[in-house]
Every structure is written in structure tokens, then in C-alpha cells.
């Protein structure tokens, strides 16, 4: 939905929405915090047309439901703003970099075969509801897609019915992080069970723009698969690492090391498959596929059929006593 800003920075907020897109970036993520940094300006300062110190410090305010990465996030198009603003000539405050600290890095949990399995079957039992009756259907598929192709949530949820080709078993990942497109190809069964999935969100849907919509036809609302994970989740039970209750994003992260495991146990050469990886889960570069990877007792020699001994000397020492 396209937002018309009213605040004396209006027309250049504007501008700076359409100058990202010009340069292929959709800015779609960002686009809320500037409509709400507008609504701010429009009703604190209704008169101001220079990005003051004041100003900025006032968007700066920590929210206390705000976790550090939100905040972080939040400050970044502001920022960006006031760059935007220098580059054009003007006067502008721009935001320290440093007002918060990021976060702790989570410690993901690695989910055993026997856990992924348990959460197809629990997604694949969730009930329609009255406003949704397909819900099961798309929550289903959605959450294969996650481990079956290392997905994003975000990534899956935005799929169009252009980006998916049933005939090869391809997706078309456009617009993702980093403002970077790539594809995807699925595994025979997967594509299988996205074909079948089609064929059922079909008698539903006619004529959709997105392949995993929303009862009102746009794309899933992350809200919406994140309360139906939480059920699935407490209904399952899962262990937890330290505090920190196992996340639908860790089974990209499940994906990344089952993969490892079983080339290990084929024997392949990870020196020369590793960047197919990374590319597949569209990485810059390695390092960022490295720590999606993990050493998992148990997991470890099961599925590899290596001694976890022999690379203990390559884990790092890891304390919580959170």
C-alpha cells in the first residue's frame, strides 16, 4: 500500500523512496518505519523542513517492547534519509551508528530428522479456521520450504505464482537480502508436494498473484506463520538451548548442517561444494554460510558417520550460563 507522506518532508521522503527503488532496491521493509517517522515529523513538527538534531534524536527514542535489532532497524531509513539529504546539498543530522549495542547472536537449534518430521505432521494437522480455510494448506507448504530449501520465511511468504516453475522445479527468490535475486531448485518430492499443494490452494484461490496468500489474497503475514509455529511448538515441546526456545528460522539453519552431515557421509570434497551451498542459500560469501553450519553430538555421527572427536579442535568454547 503506497503511503502519502504529509509532513514539511514530504516531497523529499518521497524522492528518497523512489531513488531506492530506481536503483533496484524495493525497499519494501523499510517502508513502514518511514511512514511512521513522517506521521512523527507531521505531528510534533508540522512546520519543520530541516532534519535536525532534535529531530532525529526524538525517532532515536528506545521503545521499551523494542528488542535491539527492531531498534536498530528502525534507525536505518532514517538514516538513510539524512544521508540522502547531504548528498542533495542540505543540512541534515544523521543518526549514530552506535546507539545500541546488536544483539547476542542466537544459538540456533539444530532439530533432529525425527523433530522436522513431527513438525510437517503438526502443521499438516492445524484446522481451518472461519476467516481461512486454506490456512493449513499454505502453513504447510510454507514450512517444507523452510528445510527442504534453506529458505527464509520472508522469501517463501513473497513467492508469486511467476516465480515458481512446477514444470522444472524452480524458484525464482527475487528481492531478497542484500537486494540479491537467485534460484532455487527444489528436489523431486518437494516439487511434488508444491505441485500438489498448487493444484489444492487452486480450489481456493483463482486467478492469485502470490502462491502461499493470505485469506485476503496478498502475501502471508509473518504474524501469521510465526502464531501458528508457537502452537506447533508448545504442542511439540521441544528442548531448549540456554533460554532461548527453538525458532522457525532455525530449520535454515538445520538445513545448512543436515546438508553438511550427509555430503560428509557421501564423502564428497566440501572444499568444492561448499560454495554451491552458499549460493544456493544466497550468501555473499562463505563465512556467512559457515555460521549456519554446527557440530551436533549424536546428529553429528549419526547422519555423517564420522568420529565428532576428530573435529572437536575446530569448535570454539562456548559458555551459557544465561
Known amino acids: 500500500m503506497r503511503y502519502n507522506f504529509k509532513s514539511g518532508f514530504a516531497e523529499r521522503l518521497e524522492n528518497f523512496v523512489e531513488q531506492k527503488k530506481a536503483l533496484g532496491r524495493s525497499y519494501r521493509c523499510m517502508d513502514k518505519y518511514i511512514a511512521r517517522f513522517d506521521n512523527m515529523c507531521y505531528e510534533h513538527y508540522p512546520v519543520a523542513t530541516e532534519l535536525t538534531r532534535e529531530i532525529s534524536m526524538r525517532w532515536a527514542v528506545k521503545n521499551p517492547s523494542e528488542c535491539n535489532t527492531t531498534f536498530r532497524n528502525r534507525m536505518s531509513p532514517v538514516r538513510e534519509f539524512a544521508r540522502f539529504l547531504i548528498r542533495n546539498g542540505e543540512d541534515a543530522y544523521v543518526i549514530p551508528t552506535d546507539l545500541v549495542k546488536k544483539s547476542p547472536r542466537h544459538i540456533p537449534y539444530i532439530y533432529t530428522k ?19 480455510q486454506s490456512r493449513h494448506l499454505v502453513l504447510a507448504a510454507i514450512v517444507r520450504l523452510l528445510y527442504c530449501c534453506g529458505l527464509r520465511a520472508i522469501e517463501a511468504r513473497r513467492l508469486k505464482i511467476t516465480d515458481v516453475d512446477l514444470c522444472e522445479g524452480r524458484l525464482y527468490v527475487r528481492e531478497s537480502k542484500g537486494h540479491k535475486d537467485r534460484i532455487v531448485m527444489m528436489a523431486s518430492d518437494v516439487a511434488e508436494y508444491i505441485r500438489d499443494y498448487n493444484l489444492k490452494i487452486g480450489c481456493f484461490f483463482q486467478n492469485r498473484e502470490y ?33 532461548k526456545p527453538p525458532r522457525l528460522y532455525d530449520l535454515r539453519h538445520t538445513f545448512a548442517t543436515h546438508r553438511l552431515y550427509e555430503w560428509m557421509h557421501e564423502g564428497v570434497d566440501l572444499d568444492a561444494m561448499l560454495p554451491y551451498l552458499s549460493t ?13 553450519i554446527h557440530l551436533v553430538p549424536g546428529q553429528f555421527e549419526m547422519m555423517s558417520g564420522l568420529d565428532l572427536s576428530r573435529y572437536e579442535i575446530l569448535l570454539p568454547e562456548v559458555e551459557c550460563d544465561e
Not at 215 to 243: I, M, Y
Request: glycine share 4%.
Open 280 to 292: 544456493y542459500m544466497g550468501h555473499a560469501q562463505l563465512s556467512d554460510t559457515y555460521y549456519y
Open 114 to 132: 525425527s523433530e522436522i518430521s513431527a513438525i510437517w505432521n503438526a502443521f499438516d494437522m492445524l484446522p481451518p479456521v472461519p476467516n481461512s
Open 211 to 243: 502462491f502461499f496468500p493470505s485469506p485476503c489474497g496478498v502475501f502471508s503475514d509473518n504474524s501469521w506463520l510465526n502464531r501458528a509455529w508457537d502452537t506447533v511448538r508448545t504442542g511439540l515441546n521441544f528442548t531448549t538451548v540456554c533460554d
